[in-house]
């Protein structure tokens, strides 16, 4: 099993297109400090379509909780800039893959205390900061899902 965790998302369409893909995959979704709409705000209701069924949410008002709710040592710090890329890093089952806010990306405290744990998706063309949150939840949702099935 695999977790996503969102610190603090903004854009319900965001959330809505990665709780379909965790529906999709099976992955367990966690939403994690202040939000930026309410969990059953129409819109969010409307980028998710009708899957919302089928998604594990698990809200936790503190990353604190977070950490307790996963082991620590299955964090995985999703970030611009990072010290290496995702492809670089051999998923284990229990892994967190952790996204940061759209417009903040994760507190300075958490990046700081999984430096060692993050990754990134390399933008080659240096020409944007980095990629819509749901296609960057996707990349790297589906590699550690290949890595771990055998895909």
């Excluded at 952790?98 to 990046?111: A, D, I």
Aim: charged letters at 20%; hydrophobic letters at 40%.
């Amino acid at each position: 099993m695999i977790h996503l965790a969102l610190w603090e998302p903004e854009i319900p369409p965001n959330t809505g297109n990665v709780a379909r893909l965790c529906a999709a995959t099976g992955v367990v979704l966690h939403l994690v400090g202040r939000l930026g709409f309410r969990l059953d705000d129409r819109s969010l209701k409307r980028a998710g379509l009708d899957y919302w069924e089928f998604v594990e949410v698990r809200t936790h008002a503190t990353f604190a909780e977070l950490e307790s709710a996963v082991s620590v040592d299955h964090i995985l710090c999703v970030e611009v800039p990072a010290p290496r890329i995702y492809t670089q890093v051999a998923f284990r089952p229990g892994d967190c893959l952790v996204f940061g806010s759209e417009s903040k990306g994760l507190p300075p405290e958490v990046r700081e205390r999984y430096a060692d744990r993050t990754i990134g998706i390399p933008m080659p063309t240096g020409k944007v900061r980095s990629l819509n949150l749901a296609t960057s939840a996707g990349i790297v949702v589906y590699e550690a899902l290949r890595q771990l099935n055998g895909w």
